[in-house]
Each structure stands twice: as structure tokens, then as C-alpha cells.
């Protein structure tokens, strides 16, 4: 599993614990347009310090930096992994 | 509603076939159609007469909630930002300068009391010196958002909300505690409008920061918006108005269909509202709240079942009144072309107290979790995943919260003195610690025990659950220092039979 599709899946997850089913294209604003919340927020945070060890202390933490697939994809690219 | 443009949807529950097929057949039912799914009706609204219609229909439904000034400054605003979108951040500015300058939206009274104390009260003239405050606070703001812009690694501009509430703190002591005389009022004439627009200037030194940050003028203009706001900003700071803004005409339609929907639907819970009030006051006498909490502070209190019917109905009022003034604030945040979610949605329906709190005052849980519960949370305890998001909920729910809560309510401090109206606080300061600790109770249980699949267990019972302790909580929710703890408990204790 890529990078972007362990990231799709990980927010698919978040969405279906909220209940939404619904589509999400990668474009897609996740925290904004209240599909998911501060606490989902959270989790994202968690999860990209984990798997991936990005520092949010010394990046500074803004929900839109993990609005979309997209906007999280380019975060993890700027710490450094690779994405296809 | 559809989330896009706005509402906060709810998270389904978790629950059995059974319970899914009763919770989507009342979750579909509408009151309201959903015009802005309506092509035709999108379409047409982004014509002249679908714009001028829309905004005549619009001006009276708020005219059912406004008087008549606030609904032609607000009208107009919308009305200029609808045919001009380009310009829409210069007349929101416009609007809000207009607004600030028709008179002032928080409490002046403490003013009077200090000016007396000190016997000046005769010889300031208080409205020339408001006045001077305000504009005052305004340059102050403009001077730190340029500061801050320029120098974003200075000191106090990394930890721009910790600089800002030191500062306040000091002026704050300065004035009720060292300074005295005309220089005294003085001070205290700063500190008022300070407190009311601490976290629209918190959001907008924070906001000067970022790369596409607003100018100067343009985050006056969200410092308590025309449409309205507490000392909570509603929706935030600037950052969040270009995030939401309707970049193209379609969205703007549906974002204004949406607008007039949320309207209406402030105008149906106005109504209930008032029912309620009349079928539990009227025709069933139950006291209100404060009635019935006199009752047991004097010693001669009411049945403990009234007490609860008390409690409950001021519970229901509360949500009401909220429901209504902040759809009604986000309406016109919508009609003027923004995309911001309600402040409050389906707060019955939480199965968490933090669910609650994200579904009854949105726009307050993310001014807590914005400045206090996210740098908390990612600075301290990283290896400790539960103790760290225990840290960042006591910081937001418990130390933010009762920051906000003492400077909002500064009078008492100038009424009273720093120190007892300090030690009056006792009671909100205990709420503060026990919604913290039950925030963070519900947070740890959910992690611990996965739900049972019966429908009953997750949707109603949790519900039931959230609501019995929100009750219970807003018993110490109590700000006005007039009553002490003791009779804070005894009124709980006779809740359930006990005393009294």
C-alpha cells in the first residue's frame, strides 16, 4: 500500500467512525467543511507523527495543513518520504 | 443539510439495522425543503431578481429577529458584498466599522463604578473616553498584527495568545490593584474593550503570521463582525473567513440559499422557544431555575422533582437561545458570502460530553481548542498519549475556559476588587475542573470499551447519559458569584432528596 492510499484509507476509517460513507476525492476539505472534527484532527496529528515523525511542535499545527488527502500528502512529502 | 457549505454534520451512531432504519427515516425528515440541492433554484439565485429576492426575503426574516437599524446595516453589507463579491472583505470591514461606531456591543457599567470610587465620576466625560478606548484598542491592534507580521520570530510573537494574556493580566492588576485616579480610569477604560476583543485580536496576531495573511484592514473587519459575536469570535478570525469565502457564483447561491434556510429555521426555534417558555412557566408553573435555586439558597426549597423540572427546562431554554442566536449571526455570515458552519447542531444528539460541547457552542469549543488545547497538546507529554490528551483537555476545558470566563465577566473585578471577585469564581472554576474531568473520563472510556451493538446502548442511553451530566454540571455553571460553593452542593445535594 502507497503512501496516499495508507492515507485515504487511515480518513476513510475516521469518516465511517463518523458515520459519513460518503465519497471524499483526494481535493476534498475534510475539517473545514465539517465532515470531521478537532478530535479527528487529532488523530490525524497522532497518526502522521507516528508513522511518519512529523513534528508538529517545530512545524506549528494548523487543520488546514491536514484538510485533504492532498494537503496531508504534501506535508508528508516536505518531511521527506516519498510520494507516488 | 449537506456539509459542504456549512453544517456540522452528525456522527451517525453506531447502532442495529433497527435503529439505523428509525434514525435515517427521522434524519431525513425535513421542515424545511432543502432549496440550495434545488438547480433550478440555485440557478435563479444567482440571476439580479433572484439576488434582490433573495436579500428582500432575507431582510425580513431578520427583521423578525432584529430591530430595525442592525437589520438595514446588515441588509446593505450583505446587500453590497451579493453584487460586488470582489469587494466583499472591504464592505464585511465596512460593515463591522459601522457597526462599531453605532454603539458598543459589550458592557460599559464597570467603567462608572471606578470612575465613582476613584471621585472622578463627575469630572471624566465616560462616552469621549469609551469612544477614545475604543478606537485606542483598535490602533493597539493594528500596531501588533504590523508588528507581528514583520517580526514573527521577536518573542512575544511565537507564543503570540501566552504574550497576549500576560499583557492583559498586568493591565488588568495595574488598574484594579496599583493605579488610582483619572490615570486609574484610564486604565480601566483599556481594559474593558480589551477583554471583549481579546480573542478577535488573539486570531488575528496569530493570523498575521501566515503567509496569505490579511492587511491590516481587512482583520479590523472581523473584530466582532456586523453579523455579530460574543466575545467569542463567530467564525473565527480572518484565516477562517478565506478558507470559507464563495469563490465563484454558484457557491455563492447555494451558500445564501443556505443562509435563508438557517434563518427560517432560527425563526421555527424563536417560536418553540417561546412556547416552552409559556406551556412550562405559564401553564405548568415550574419555577425557573433561579427561582428555584433562591428557594434552596433561603432555606425553603422547592420538591426535589420541581428542582429537576427547573433544571431540565433551564437546560432546554439555554440550548434554545443559543440555537437561535447563532444561527441567526451565521445566516448573515452566509448571506455575506461565507461558508461557515453552524455554530450550533443537534446538540441532543451527542453520545460524548465533548461531542456536546462541539455540537452546542462550536465556535467557543474551537476558540479552546485553538489557543489552548493544541499547543498543549503538541508540546508536552508526546510519549504519553493519554496523558497528553488528558493536559490539552484540562488546559482548554479547564484553564481556558476559566480565563475566558474571568476576563468576559472583568465588571466583577472593578465592581468587587481583583481579589474577591477572584475568590467569587470559586464555583465556575469547579465546573471548569469537573467538565474537564468528565471530558476527559468520557475520552478515555470510549478508548477503553467498545460500544455494545444494541441500538438502545449507542444512541439513546448515551444520550441520555450526556444530557444527566450536562444537568448535573450546569448546576456550578454559574459566573455571577452571588451564591457560594456550599450552596451550589446543597442545591445538588436536594436534587436527589438530600438536605435542605
Known amino acids: ?84 | 443539510m449537506s456539509s459542504l457549505t456549512g453544517s456540522t454534520p452528525a456522527p451517525a451512531a453506531k447502532s442495529s439495522p433497527q435503529g439505523s432504519a428509525l434514525l435515517r427515516r427521522v434524519a431525513g425528515f425535513r421542515l424545511i425543503p432543502a432549496i440550495d440541492t434545488y438547480p433550478r433554484w440555485v440557478a435563479f439565485a444567482q440571476t439580479t431578481l433572484g439576488k434582490v429576492l433573495l436579500l428582500t426575503f432575507f431582510a425580513a426574516g431578520l427583521r423578525l429577529r432584529l430591530d430595525p437599524m442592525t437589520c438595514l446595516v446588515i441588509t446593505a453589507t450583505v446587500g453590497a458584498a451579493t453584487f460586488l463579491p470582489d469587494h466583499r472583505r472591504w464592505f464585511v470591514t465596512g460593515g463591522t466599522l459601522v457597526w462599531a461606531v453605532m454603539g458598543s456591543w459589550f458592557d460599559w457599567s464597570a467603567l462608572g463604578y471606578v470612575a465613582e470610587r476613584n471621585g472622578v465620576g463627575g469630572a471624566l466625560n465616560l462616552p469621549n473616553l469609551q469612544a477614545a478606548a475604543v478606537a485606542a484598542v483598535f490602533i493597539f491592534g493594528a500596531l501588533l498584527i504590523g508588528l507581528a507580521r514583520r517580526h514573527p520570530q521577536a518573542l512575544p510573537f511565537r507564543r503570540p495568545v501566552l504574550a497576549l494574556v500576560i499583557f492583559y493580566t498586568v493591565l488588568l492588576v495595574l488598574a484594579s490593584s496599583v493605579l488610582s485616579g483619572r490615570i486609574g480610569v484610564g486604565a480601566w477604560a483599556l481594559v474593558i474593550p480589551l477583554g471583549a476583543y481579546f480573542w478577535f485580536l488573539a486570531y488575528a496576531v496569530v493570523d498575521a503570521r501566515a503567509k496569505d495573511g490579511d492587511s491590516v484592514g481587512l482583520q479590523l473587519g472581523t473584530f466582532h463582525p456586523f453579523w455579530g459575536s460574543t466575545t467569542t469570535p463567530l467564525p473565527k478570525g480572518a484565516a477562517y473567513l478565506r478558507r470559507v469565502e464563495c469563490k465563484d457564483a454558484p457557491a455563492l447561491a447555494v451558500t445564501q440559499l443556505k443562509a435563508l434556510k438557517l434563518l427560517v429555521w432560527a425563526c421555527i426555534l424563536n417560536i418553540a422557544g417561546d412556547l416552552f417558555v409559556l406551556i412550562a412557566h405559564v401553564e405548568l408553573h415550574v419555577p425557573s431555575y433561579k427561582e428555584a435555586f433562591k428557594s434552596v439558597a433561603a432555606g425553603a426549597p422547592f420538591p426535589w422533582y420541581v428542582c429537576w423540572l427547573s433544571l431540565i427546562s433551564a437546560f432546554l431554554e439555554d440550548v434554545l437561545i443559543l440555537s437561535v442566536w447563532g444561527h441567526t449571526v451565521i445566516a448573515c455570515c452566509r448571506m455575506a458570502g461565507f461558508r461557515a458552519l453552524r455554530n450550533t447542531y443537534r446538540p441532543l444528539a451527542a453520545t460524548t460530553i465533548a461531542e456536546f460541547w462541539n455540537r452546542y457552542y462550536f465556535y467557543f469549543k474551537e476558540l479552546l481548542v485553538d489557543f489552548f488545547f493544541y499547543p498543549a497538546f503538541f508540546r508536552y507529554f508526546k510519549g504519553r498519549k493519554r496523558l497528553r490528551m488528558a493536559v490539552a483537555t484540562f488546559m482548554a476545558a479547564g484553564l481556558g475556559n476559566m480565563f475566558y470566563h474571568f476576563t468576559r465577566d472583568i465588571g466583577f473585578v472593578a465592581q468587587m476588587g481583583l481579589w474577591p471577585a477572584v475568590k467569587g469564581f470559586q464555583v465556575y472554576a469547579f465546573y471548569c475542573f469537573a467538565l474537564s474531568a468528565a471530558i476527559i473520563a468520557s475520552q478515555l472510556r470510549n478508548r477503553k470499551h467498545p460500544s455494545s451493538s444494541h441500538w438502545f446502548w449507542t444512541s439513546v442511553s448515551p444520550r441520555f447519559g450526556v444530557l444527566f451530566s450536562y444537568c448535573l454540571l450546569m448546576v456550578f455553571a454559574d459566573t455571577d458569584r452571588t451564591y457560594s460553593i456550599s450552596v451550589h452542593f446543597a442545591f445538588l445535594l436536594h436534587l436527589f432528596g438530600i438536605g435542605a
Do not use: W
Open chain 1, 1 to 84: 500500500m502507497d503512501t496516499r492510499q495508507k492515507l485515504r484509507a487511515y480518513v476513510e476509517k475516521l469518516l465511517n467512525n463518523n458515520g459519513d460513507t460518503r465519497e471524499f476525492s483526494d481535493g476534498d476539505s475534510l475539517l473545514l467543511s465539517g465532515r470531521l472534527q478537532s478530535i479527528d484532527a487529532i488523530e490525524i496529528a497522532l497518526f502522521l507523527e507516528q508513522e511518519y515523525g512529523i513534528d508538529f511542535s517545530a512545524l506549528g499545527f494548523d487543520e488546514v495543513q491536514i484538510d485533504s488527502i492532498d494537503r496531508i500528502a504534501s506535508l508528508v512529502e516536505q518531511s521527506g518520504k516519498q510520494i507516488p
